[in-house]
């Protein structure tokens, strides 16, 4: 299962991936309405990198995380803030308590949860006029032609055919739309975007990649040709440096305030 993977190297996961930027943590707390030491329940927490900036805000968090080593590392990353709590298991089958929660939050994601129950399922555990929080993670343009990511694909095309044909540019920043959400259960979501640009040497890059779904359950032999192709590009045709521009999203719905069947 795609969802799964990213659990096979949580270390890895927790180094490489992108930080969320403070300022969307900001917005999240005064779009939601969140009060002070209010009721975050996060699903998919991973290593804790959005749950952090919530817990240092003074909020309680309880996580749901399908991945046990995830959790493993996230319960490290967050000893120190004993308002959070992390439970293993997949969101659609979890159990929730009987108080309601102020915010959910889903950040990266939500479109691994079972669209036949995650819009339902956050409503019933939602106080009236609670919040769904929405953060997304975009690769988008740098505005200048995309050069090594059009050079990149050519070596999608050498070692990986079968799914290179599905590569397709980044967009521009303006061409991000914000996520539907369900109009019978929640209000037209506000939206905030934040763009942030990481340098990798060939390595950092490599190790980025290796943190995807789609890269991590590669046939060994057809993955070490295309991680050893592009850090060879990196190197002799970047100078061994090269920017990704990243954009996080942020969008926050408030939950339509009549009653909703606990799930």
Known sequence: MLRASFDEDAELYDRVRPRYPEALFDALVLLSRLPSGGRVLEIGCGTGQATLPLAARGHEVTCVELGANMATVARRNLREFPGVSIEVGAFEEWTAPGEPYDVVLAATCWHWIDPEVRFRKVASVLR????????????????????????????????????????????????????????????????????????????????????????????????????GGIARLIDAEFGGRIDKHYLFTLAVARRLDRPQPRL
């Open 128 to 227: 009236p006029g609670g919040a769904l929080a929405l953060v997304g993670t975009a690769h988008v343009s740098d505005g200048g032609g995309d050069v090594f990511f059009t050079r990149a694909h050519e070596v999608y095309l050498r070692c990986e055919p079968a799914t290179a044909g599905e590569w397709v540019a980044p967009p521009a920043v303006e061409a991000v739309p914000p996520p539907e959400v369900d109009m019978e259960l929640f209000l037209p979501p506000a939206f905030r975007a934040y763009r942030r640009v990481a340098s990798y040497d060939a390595r950092g890059y490599v190790d980025v990649l290796h943190t995807y779904s789609g890269h991590r359950t590669l046939p060994a032999e057809r993955r070490r040709c295309l991680y």
